[in-house]
């Protein structure tokens, strides 16, 4: 009889991947701080990648107060001297760094890639791209989900297609304001004002802006193409703010969904859920889960934010988003495929205020990633 004691397995390598070139770069940085000081560092060996704003990959430091806000400041990943990338040696996945003029230098092998950017080039299906085709597990949904969630008129489209009711809107592109702003004065003085002018393809509401007349239009339109030639323009709708987490089934069961949240702003100098209010003004909103709602409308907002989970082919995590009016009509506003993911962010608020907590959130994710085979599925 041996009296050996059992070898203790190896900790799972979890690149950690944050910041970006959107102008989500420093939201992606705050997430990435909430994960590390979060994650089970005795079953997961975490390596921070930062992506820096020109979209150099660099090795950075995992000390949670550099990617922290700061009073005033807002983190940010600095280019540097040695170029990350993931490589495909030897049948697995390889962390590999680059110098000019010299070897490149192996740094072990990668199990699973947590890709906390938000935004293009990040949550857009572009990041998700590069690592299927190098055969490499990743927490959340896959290309054509995370491009369909990062897109505003696409997803419509979808929920459309799927029977969700989707609120009155249009899209712009760039030929139509360049050719004919005329024409697109016309068609949003047709859905009635006040109206949001959205770019289509941003998110933490970057470049949004409220528009109560014709004569406030075209500044909002080049607010907003600041941050994408691509506009959504929505009629505003009276309602309340009802938020849902979505979280991947295992195996072939179907998507589980918190209890809903309802978003109050408490700060009278947002007139709505703006950067600002989500990230640097602590205090301007509220969550209230679960929402005041009676329990039929509960059940009726859940089951509808499964089935926009599925209309886009979500994997992992998505936050759907609603309004609620008056009349109990529950309108479908947006799917976030990479939602804030700090432990004051709604997302895993709906979640701890369900029963599952943000150090087994984040577990539960990974898990869900690394046991989700590769290639099309």
């Known amino acids: 009889m041996s009296n050996e004691l059992p070898a203790t397995p190896a900790p799972i390598r979890v690149a950690l991947l944050f910041g970006g070139r959107s102008s989500e770069h420093a939201v992606s940085c705050v997430t990435a701080a909430g994960v590390l000081g979060a994650i089970d560092d005795s079953k997961y060996d975490v390596v921070p990648i930062g992506i820096a704003k020109n979209g150099q990959w660099v090795l950075v430091g995992n000390e949670i107060k550099n990617w922290s806000l700061t009073a005033g400041e807002l983190p940010e990943v600095k280019a540097g001297e040695r170029t990350l990338a993931l490589a495909h040696l030897r049948g697995s996945q390889q962390l590999v760094a680059s110098v000019a ?16 950017l938000h935004g293009p080039w990040g949550e857009d299906g572009t990041v998700q791209g590069v690592l299927e085709l190098g055969d490499t597990r990743y927490v959340g949904a896959g290309v054509l989900a995370s491009a369909l969630g990062m897109d505003k008129h696409f997803m419509k489209v979808v929920f459309a297609a799927a029977g969700l009711a989707v609120g ?6 760039d030929r ?18 006040p109206v949001f002018v959205k770019p289509a393809r941003a998110g933490s509401s970057m470049g949004i802006s409220r ?12 607010a907003a193409r600041e941050h994408d030639l ?40 947002h007139a709505f859920y703006d950067f600002e209010a989500k990230y640097v003004s602590g205090g301007a909103a509220s969550l209230s889960c679960p929402a005041d709602l009676p329990e039929a409308d509960l059940a009726r907002v859940r089951e509808q934010a499964a089935l926009a989970f599925d209309a886009v082919g979500a994997e992992g ?45 984040i577990d539960e994710l990974l898990q869900l990633a690394l046991n989700r085979p590769v290639g099309l599925r």
């Open 101 to 116: 003029g010299e070897p490149l230098q192996e740094l072990g092998a990668v199990d699973v890639v947590f890709p906390l």
């Open 168 to 173: 009155p809107y249009i899209a712009v592109t």
């Open 176 to 193: 139509q304001w360049s050719v004919d702003p005329e024409q697109v004065r016309q068609r949003v003085a047709a859905l009635g004002f």
């Open 211 to 222: 528009v109560d007349s014709l004569a406030g239009l075209d500044l909002a339109i080049a």
């Open 230 to 269: 691509k506009l959504v323009i929505e009629a505003a709708i009276v309602g309340r703010e009802i938020e849902v987490a979505v979280l991947q089934g295992r195996g072939h069961e179907g998507p589980r969904v918190s209890l809903p949240g309802e978003i109050a702003m408490v700060d009278s100098d």
């Open 317 to 361: 995590l998505s936050r759907v988003d609603f309004f609620y009016t008056a009349a109990g009509e529950v309108l479908i506003n947006e799917i976030n495929t990479m939602p804030g993911f700090t432990p004051s962010s709604m997302y895993p608020q709906m979640w701890a205020a369900t029963g599952l907590g943000y150090s087994e959130l």
